[in-house]
C-alpha cells in the first residue's frame, strides 16, 4: 500500500480507536445512568444524545467550528484543524452508536438484580461495575463495534472541525472524495471497498453477538 493510501488509513484508525475508548469511558455510564432514570429529564438527556442521528454532520460541524474556533469561546486551546478536535467532533457524533445499545442492554437486566445488590450494601457505582457491565457486556460490545465503524466513515463532521492536512486530519472519507475529484478511482476503489468490507464485519459481529445474547 502506497503512502497516499496508507497515512488516511492509519489516521481513520487511530481516530476510531481513540474515539471508541473515549466512549466506552464516557458513554456506558451515561446509557446506565439513562437506564435508570425516569420522567422529563430522562426523554430530554435521550432525546440530546439521540440528536446527531438526525442531524446533518456538517450542522455539527459548524457549530463546533463556531465553538472551538479562533472567535470562539474556547479558541484558545487550538483544536481546530488537529487530531483531538477530530476527536471531540467523532465523540459527539458517535455517541448515540455507543449509547443506545448498551442502554438497552442495561434496561434489560431485571430489577430485583440491583435490588438484591443494594441490600448487601453495594452502592450505585459498584452495582454498576459490579453487576451491570458483566451482564450488559454484549450490549457494551455492540456499541463499542458500531462508534468504531461509524467513526471510520465519519465525512462532514471531521471534514468541518479538522480540515484535511495529509498525515494529521486527513481520514478515510476524505481521501476518498479527494480521489474521486481527481478522477483516480483507482484508488477511490481501494479505499471505498476496505470501508465496505470493514463495515459488513462490524455490522456480522454486532448481529451474531445479538444473536447470543438473545439465546443466553
Known amino acids: 500500500m502506497s503512502a497516499n493510501l496508507l497515512s488516511p488509513v492509519l489516521t481513520s484508525l487511530q481516530l476510531a480507536t481513540v474515539t471508541t475508548a473515549v466512549l466506552l469511558l464516557l458513554g456506558v455510564p451515561l446509557a446506565f445512568a439513562l437506564s435508570q432514570m425516569r420522567g422529563v429529564l430522562r426523554g430530554l438527556l435521550e432525546s440530546l444524545v439521540a440528536v446527531p442521528l438526525v442531524l446533518p454532520p456538517t450542522v455539527l460541524g459548524f457549530y463546533l467550528l463556531l465553538l472551538l474556533g479562533a472567535n470562539g469561546p474556547l479558541g484558545s486551546l487550538g483544536l481546530v484543524f488537529s487530531f483531538p478536535g477530530l476527536v471531540i467532533g467523532s465523540v459527539l457524533f458517535s455517541l448515540p452508536f455507543m449509547v443506545r445499545p448498551a442502554q438497552s442492554a442495561f434496561e434489560a437486566i431485571p430489577a430485583s438484580v440491583f435490588e438484591a445488590g443494594a441490600s448487601l450494601g453495594l452502592g450505585p457505582w459498584q452495582r454498576f461495575i ?28 471531521v471534514l468541518m472541525v479538522g480540515g484535511n492536512i495529509p498525515d494529521k486530519t486527513r481520514v478515510l472519507s476524505i481521501a ?30 454486532v448481529s451474531t453477538l445479538a444473536l447470543r445474547g438473545g439465546r443466553s
Do not use: C, N, R, W
Open 176 to 205: 476518498i472524495f479527494d480521489a474521486v475529484e481527481q478522477a483516480d478511482y483507482a484508488q477511490a476503489h481501494i479505499l471505498s471497498l476496505a470501508l465496505v468490507l470493514f463495515s459488513f464485519a462490524a455490522m456480522l459481529l
Open 130 to 157: 459490579t453487576l451491570a457491565l458483566p451482564m450488559a457486556k454484549t450490549g457494551v460490545v455492540s456499541g463499542a463495534m458500531l462508534s468504531f465503524a461509524h467513526t471510520l466513515g465519519e465525512f462532514g463532521v
